[in-house]
T-cell receptor, first 110, second 115 residues
Framework: EDQVTQSPEALRLQEGESSSLNCSYT??????LFWYRQDPGKGPEFLFTLYSAGEEKEKERLKATLTKKESFLHITAPKPEDSATYLC???????????FGTGTRLTVIP | DAGVIQSPRHEVTEMGQEVTLRCKPISGHNSLFWYRQTMMRGLELLIY????????DSGMPEDRFSAKMPNASFSTLKIQPSEPRDSAVYFCASMDGGPSNQPQHFGDGTRLSIL
């Protein structure tokens, strides 16, 4: 059975204080690992797709990395506008649906 | 470009009433997904359609839930009769399906409260 575990559940950072969010996964054949950002009252917004171990993707202050068992979302010098819940999801080989973790709620304090 | 459009954004109704949630996917997307999000369980897939055909409905909680996709631009999720435990945020997502491994794109959800 597919499993996705995200940690920590919540993270408070001072503005400019870099950190990482973790997504550990178990899936029988990874077709893709997806990162989303969700703001209160909104739907998840797509950030990155990672396909194979060793791959990295960057967007502004965010960088996502992937190993065979986990993915990290690194946040460099965060700003208050980076405050959101970050969701990780996996897609199994041969499937179109996604299996989501429960997210990390990030708060960046000015 | 218009994203996924869901209506209504908020619904408050009494237990036992029928609830219908609506979704218009992104034009050209051939896969559509219905999710439910709660604090306790996060995002859970209820059902998904490919080319208007239901592919996997194993996440539908029970017979009180039903979903239809009569055409490529419209889908409904119906709960009848509704119960307080159905209170949650319901999301619709669409995707360009097939071998290209595209991400799903989400609407802003319907917040459902059953009293």
């Amino acid at each position: 059975e597919d499993q996705v575990t995200q940690s920590p559940e919540a993270l408070r950072l001072q503005e400019g204080e870099s950190s990482s969010l973790n997504c550990s996964y178990t899936v029988s054949g990874l077709r893709g690992l997806f990162w989303y950002r969700q703001d209160p009252g909104k739907g998840p917004e797509f950030l990155f797709t990672l396909y194979s171990a060793g791959e990295e993707k960057e967007k502004e202050r965010l960088k996502a990395t992937l190993t065979k068992k986990e993915s990290f979302l690194h946040i460099t010098a965060p700003k208050p506008e980076d405050s959101a819940t970050y969701l990780c999801a996996v897609r199994q080989t041969g499937a179109n649906n996604l299996f989501f973790g429960t997210g990390t709620r990030l708060t960046v304090i000015p | 470009d218009a994203g996924v459009i869901q209506s209504p954004r908020h619904e408050v109704t009494e237990m036992g009433q029928e609830v219908t949630l609506r979704c218009k996917p992104i034009s050209g997307h051939n896969s559509l997904f219905w999710y439910r999000q709660t604090m306790m369980r996060g995002l859970e897939l209820l059902i998904y359609f490919n080319n208007n055909v239901p592919i996997d409905d194993s996440g539908m909680p029970e017979d009180r839930f039903s979903a239809k996709m009569p055409n490529a631009s419209f889908s409904t999720l119906k709960i009848q009769p509704s119960e307080p435990r159905d209170s949650a945020v319901y999301f619709c997502a669409s995707m360009d399906g097939g071998p290209s491994n595209q991400p799903q794109h989400f609407g802003d959800g319907t917040r459902l409260s059953i009293l």
